[in-house]
């Protein structure tokens, strides 16, 4: 049976993306076939594949750190914002319609299909790693979720939580975030992780020993904030676009320097999270 972990956030911008990046990266490198999945990503941004389909840049990423084929269904929703509330949805890589954003936030019955159909096309690998949107308990449209817990839900999927202590008050997220899950919700929770830390790790184990007993929940790393040059998606965060990275190559091929920063992250999650607890959460010995 496939294992398979979804990568939460407690909010946008937290590096849900990069993290699960990341550990694709590990779990690659460890000999394991991975691939990864996102239900429904909004992005201005995508990446033509030679088939002619769309396909958000951060799942083309996080294929190519498992050093397998980006395909359209790794992220069978495409969201495109085109201003006054619409949207412009792919399914599959294929432009399906425009939508005004309401209407679409009461869709889930109809595409909920073509999410598990594509999920099921990942079904050969030995793990799958899917990402989150957004927070998971936006509790005026959390009915409709198809890409958070109810992801998780609908395939019976294991998660983690990354929270960003950069832009403050961490653990009134973490916190905030679990209090809002529902009880069954709280129980395929497995771990957080804490990222773009600056400092000294010490001064936050006090804090961390107080989120465990308050929670109930183990916090699985604690990330230093670390500028790794791959493509960015739009977000809070500033755009990472391919001619900057390309300024930056020295001489290396685009693609030697974009392996170089793949190992760079596989570092950076080797060094600062427990992937012994990822393999124990995914069912490894």
Known sequence: MQKKLIILGTSSGVGKSILTTGICR?????G???APFKAQNMSRNSFTLN???????AQLLQAQ????EPR???NPLLLKPLGNNMIDIFINGKHHCDMNGKDYSKTKDIFKGDVLKAYDKLKNFEICILEGAGSPVEI???DNDIVNMGMAEMIDSKAILVADIDRGGVFASIVGTIVLLEPEEKKRLKGVIINKFRGNKDILMSGIEKLEKITGVKVLGIV???EIDLEEEDSLNSKKDREYIESKLNGKTYEEYKEEQFDRLENLVRNNIDMNEI???LGEE
């Not at 088939?51 to 840049?57: D, K, T």
């Not at 750190?65 to 397998?68: E, K, R, S, V």
Request: proline share 3%.
């Open 26 to 30: 590990v779990l690659y490198k460890d």
């Open 32 to 34: 394991h076939s991975v």
């Open 51 to 57: 088939s002619g389909l769309e396909l958000a840049i």
């Open 65 to 68: 750190a498992c050093n397998i």
């Open 72 to 74: 359209e269904y790794m």
């Open 140 to 142: 005026n449209i959390k």
């Open 224 to 226: 230093p904030y670390e």
């Open 279 to 281: 393999y124990k959460i």
